[in-house]
């Protein structure tokens, strides 16, 4: 089991949640999420995998994933809050969401701001690709 921060609760996404996801969003400068704010609000709703980590009762950083329960847990989306970096918050969610899929590998995409953390969690780099219908 994940040791968490103190006082770190972690529980299912709720749709109240959108508004304080979607200031995460911003100040990531995540502009395509930001425009598109109902699609984003949508993809919450629709994605089994999608936690709030809450300290001291606000929201310190969100997991957005897909799953297939057997072979792969991909990470959409962990965002958290610039005062709250640095705490365990972002482990602790990656850890609850691999401990619910045990049998499956997390993956995620990091850019180059992200890249050295999940370096730091023993994540490994591997090669992708993406396209959009109109690319």
Request: proline fraction near 4%.
């Given at each position: 089991?994940?040791?968490?921060?103190?006082?770190?609760?972690?529980?299912?996404?709720?749709e109240?949640?959108?508004?304080?996801?979607?200031?995460?969003?911003?100040?990531?400068?995540?502009?395509?999420l930001?425009?598109?704010?109902?699609?984003?609000?949508?993809?919450?709703?629709?994605?089994?995998?999608?936690?709030?980590?809450?300290w001291?009762?606000?929201?310190?950083?969100?997991?957005?994933?897909?799953?297939?329960?057997?072979?792969?847990?991909?990470?959409?989306?962990?965002?958290?809050?610039?005062?709250?970096?640095?705490?365990?918050?972002?482990?602790?969610?990656?850890?609850?969401?691999?401990?619910?899929?045990?049998?499956?590998?997390?993956?995620?995409?990091?850019?180059?701001?992200?890249?050295?953390?999940?370096?730091?969690?023993?994540?490994?780099?591997?090669?992708?690709?993406?396209?959009?219908?109109?690319?």
């Amino acid at each position: 089991m994940a040791i968490e921060p103190m006082g770190l609760t972690i529980r299912p996404y709720e749709e109240k949640d959108f508004f304080e996801i979607n200031l995460l969003n911003q100040a990531e400068a995540w502009a395509n999420l930001v425009e598109k704010q109902e699609d984003t609000k949508q993809a919450w709703a629709n994605s089994p995998v999608a936690f709030v980590a809450e300290w001291d009762g606000k929201i310190a950083g969100c997991l957005r994933g897909l799953t297939d329960g057997s072979i792969t847990l991909y990470i959409c989306e962990l965002l958290i809050h610039q005062e709250c970096r640095g705490q365990g918050i972002g482990k602790a969610l990656l850890d609850h969401a691999h401990q619910l899929y045990p049998k499956t590998r997390m993956e995620l995409l990091a850019g180059s701001t992200s890249h050295t953390y999940y370096e730091s969690q023993s994540f490994r780099p591997f090669y992708g690709f993406r396209k959009t219908l109109l690319e």
